[in-house]
């Protein structure tokens, strides 16, 4: 899906960038591409009138390009890192989130939340400053019910809940197990998925593989989260192993090429932090590795160096992987 620009007195290297993110990154960020999709359609609007909502979509789109190398790198006041850093500034200008208006709120909410992006798309150890920030910022505004309930507002709150069930595993073991052991977080969580496929229901038949993969990635996090190394050495390695070999079975049962793939990162990496195998390891670094050569990412390339260390570590007994995963500061979703 191409993005239609609205007339704009931006300089063309800053609508070059917009554009680069609307084909390149806006459309890994929903299940299904096409003209729901907010990041596209009500993100990048108004961040053409929007110095707030700009930066940091500026600097997600620069860092991406370089780092694909696609063409050639922005430098000096272009570059990603100084774009990152004027979007911190832009931030810190409404820093007395609850005093702010309805439509200021929910563009410091697209601001923070395509800071989040950004993380990803440069595997930043800045991901747990700019997720406690959302959550700040949201108790600052009153929460969900004073967001409003129009079509920004409503795409707002969607984000919010998907990035909280996937970012608490990495934020520390107590919200992991208390987030997806709820059935409450994790249906908000696959809500995003849903209105995706009610939106292109020729385009879904992949849906109920990609529901039963996260789902099966919560109930592999609480197995080694709660049962953990305490239980025996030898039920704990059938019972991962059949795990992850149930996971393996389902993904490769997704149809080749169908739309989502993308959306499967997280679960995938959970998935893989339970690999006892080498022949399940193997398997697992190729997911990733593939799907980094397909979104380009660099919280997938952290991901997988974090995976090395797990499974190095799960060599001896005693440590749970499941605490391990805040170490690296990295979202992998």
């Known amino acids: 899906m191409h993005y239609q620009p609205s007339p704009t007195?931006?300089?063309?290297?800053?609508?070059?960038?917009?554009?680069?993110?609307?084909?390149?990154?806006?459309?890994?960020?929903?299940?299904?591409?096409?003209?729901h999709d907010g990041y596209r359609h009500l993100?990048?609007?108004?961040?053409?009138?929007?110095?707030?909502?700009?930066?940091p979509v500026l600097a997600t789109a620069a860092f991406?390009?370089?780092?694909?190398?696609?063409?050639?790198?922005f430098s000096g006041p272009r570059s990603s890192s100084r774009l990152y850093n004027q979007a911190l500034v832009e931030l810190q200008k409404y820093q007395d989130f609850e005093n702010v208006d309805t439509s200021t709120r929910l563009q410091i909410l697209l601001a923070i939340l395509t800071l989040l992006v950004n993380v990803m798309v440069t595997g930043s150890d800045d991901f747990p400053i700019i997720f406690r920030l959302l959550e700040s910022a949201l108790k600052a505004m009153g929460g969900e019910d004073e967001l409003g309930r129009d079509e920004l507002a409503t795409f707002i709150v969607r984000q919010i809940h998907k990035m909280r069930v996937y970012a608490a595993p990495f934020l520390s073991e107590e919200e992991g197990i208390a987030v997806l052991s709820s059935k409450v977080y994790t249906t908000y969580g696959l809500n995003c998925l849903r209105f995706c496929s009610q939106q292109q229901p020729g385009l879904a038949a992949?849906?109920?593989?990609?529901?039963?993969?996260?789902?099966?990635?919560?109930?592999?996090?609480?197995?080694?989260?709660v049962e953990g190394p305490e239980k025996g050495m030898t039920s704990q390695t059938e019972d991962s192993t059949s795990r992850v070999q149930r996971f393996k079975d389902t993904l490769v049962s997704f149809p080749p090429g169908a739309p989502g793939e993308q959306v499967l990162i997280w679960a995938t990496f959970v998935?893989?932090?339970?690999?006892l195998l080498a022949e399940h390891q193997s398997f697992f670094r190729g997911v990733l590795r593939?799907?980094?050569?397909?979104?380009?990412?660099?919280?997938?390339?952290?991901?997988?160096?974090?995976?090395?260390?797990?499974w190095q570590r799960r060599?001896?007994?005693?440590?749970?992987?499941?605490?391990?995963?805040?170490?690296s500061r990295a979202f992998v979703m």
Not at 64 to 73: A, G, I, P, Q, Y
Not at 208 to 225: D, K, R
Not at 315 to 327: A, K, Q, V
């Open 9 to 35: 007195t931006l300089d063309p290297w800053a609508v070059h960038l917009i554009h680069y993110f609307s084909e390149n990154i806006a459309s890994c960020m929903q299940a299904i591409d096409g003209q």
């Open 43 to 55: 993100l990048l609007p108004i961040a053409h009138t929007s110095p707030l909502v700009l930066a």
């Open 64 to 73: 991406h390009m370089s780092r694909l190398e696609t063409v050639e790198s």
């Open 206 to 225: 992949a849906v109920p593989i990609i529901e039963s993969l996260v789902q099966q990635a919560c109930g592999i996090y609480l197995s080694q989260a």
């Open 271 to 275: 998935a893989a932090s339970d690999c």
């Open 290 to 310: 593939r799907l980094y050569e397909m979104i380009g990412f660099a919280n997938l390339l952290k991901g997988i160096e974090q995976l090395e260390i797990i």
């Open 315 to 327: 060599r001896h007994p005693g440590d749970r992987w499941t605490s391990m995963l805040p170490l």
